[in-house]
């Protein structure tokens, strides 16, 4: 190929352009103009919740869903131990004990009935993460945290327009959270959203993204929060493009059934099937998993010899048990993450865009079968 091809890259169309250029010139451009409630109201009935809440970014919604909850100091709330860190990161804000699952060695999600059975009366929380390319089974979680009284937090930052069963993703949980960031779905550059059917809470989550701005007195706050907001430029982005997000979803099923054509039958590696009996692969990342060691190659090595080729890759997730800052502050419950820990040596995505070219797609399928043969 002539020209490098990125791990990522946005599709943003001609109507996108002139939707922000038409807000830009009509002076609404902070979190105060009409777009963001429209796009709230828009998307809460995608997903199919009563309420949404706009944020800076799925690490905003993550952190202003835990703070809403007002748990006591100590509570516990279990996540996965394979993710990116957003997650873990709003629960020790809050000064919260975290319980970390493994994950599943080739659905790469968190581990079920392991989930499960780390429930314990402290549990309070548990944040559900959907990875990737299938969803955590959260419909069968539901029932069990409905049953034990457990805030159920569903991440689908990932899964945006994947079902269960033809449910959403996203409406499964008592709070849901989403990222717009650039290789989303549908992205605003940097942003968010929270939805829930609790109006209650939605309401305490907008005041926590705005300062939490006094009721009586403006300027004289009710608590602590955030400048999480959204502007109304980033919304009006988000509002055009969840128009087509069907379309969408269709450009990442037909790239990641062509992707899997042509890799699947490489025995030295794993890549996800289309489907399977609950859900299609929403594809939102290429990912592949190498499965033979005696190849003496992890994914870091692949990656830079794929570079030399034009290709564009990232590293799947480094597990929480292994973060750095997490080690000092002492916070692993448990060693057993071998799971976690052979994605983070020998997984990895390739090129996953939205403006990928099928001549690019069948380029890069040659050079890894080329590469790991």
């Not at 499960?116 to 955590?136: D, G, L, M, Q, R």
């Not at 926590?208 to 109304?232: P, V």
């Not at 037909?254 to 009996?277: A, C, D, H, Q, T």
């Not at 992890?298 to 590293?315: C, F, H, V």
């Amino acid at each position: 190929m002539k020209k490098f091809i990125p791990v990522n890259e946005p599709l943003v169309t001609n109507s996108d352009v002139l939707s922000v250029s038409k807000v830009l010139k009509s002076g609404w451009i902070s979190s105060e103009g009409p777009n963001v409630k429209s796009f709230e109201k828009n998307f809460a009935k995608y997903i199919g919740h009563k309420n949404a809440v706009a944020v800076s970014s799925g690490t905003a919604a993550l952190e202003i869903a835990i703070k809403a909850l007002n748990l006591k100091k100590g509570d516990e709330v279990i996540a996965p131990n394979f993710t990116i860190i957003s997650s873990t990161l709003a629960v020790i804000k809050e000064g919260l004990k975290i319980k970390f699952i493994d994950c599943n060695l080739y659905d790469w999600n968190m581990n079920l009935d392991k989930t499960i059975k780390s429930i314990t009366k402290k549990t309070k929380a548990i944040i559900a993460t959907h990875i990737y390319n299938f969803p955590f089974r959260i419909d069968k979680l539901k029932k069990i945290c409905e049953k034990k009284n457990i805030i159920l937090i569903e991440d689908a930052a990932e899964v945006l327009g994947q079902k269960i069963y033809n449910k959403k993703c996203g409406s499964f949980g008592d709070i849901s959270t989403f990222s717009f960031y650039a290789n989303k779905q549908i992205t605003t550059g940097e942003g968010g959203m929270i939805t829930t059917n609790n109006s209650k809470l939605a309401y305490k989550m907008k005041s926590l993204r705005n300062l939490a701005f006094g009721k009586k007195d403006r300027f004289n706050h009710d608590e602590i929060g955030w400048n999480y907001r959204m502007s109304n430029i980033q919304a009006t982005l988000g509002l055009n493009q969840l128009k087509r997000i069907n379309k969408i979803i269709k450009i990442r099923h037909n790239n990641g059934r062509r992707y899997y054509s042509k890799l699947s039958k490489n025995n030295n590696i794993f890549i996800p099937k289309p489907k399977n009996e609950y859900s299609e692969n929403i594809y939102w990342v290429i990912g592949i998993l190498i499965t033979n060691k005696s190849l003496k190659i992890d994914a870091k090595k692949i990656s830079e010899k794929l570079r030399k080729y034009g290709i564009g890759t990232r590293p799947f997730f480094w597990p929480m048990h292994k973060q750095k800052i997490l080690k000092n502050l002492k916070l692993n419950n448990s060693k057993n993450f071998k799971n976690s820990e052979y994605l983070s040596k020998f997984g990895f995505y390739l090129p996953s865009g939205l403006t990928l070219k099928n001549k690019e797609i069948d380029y890069i399928c040659r050079i890894i079968n080329k590469l790991l043969k």
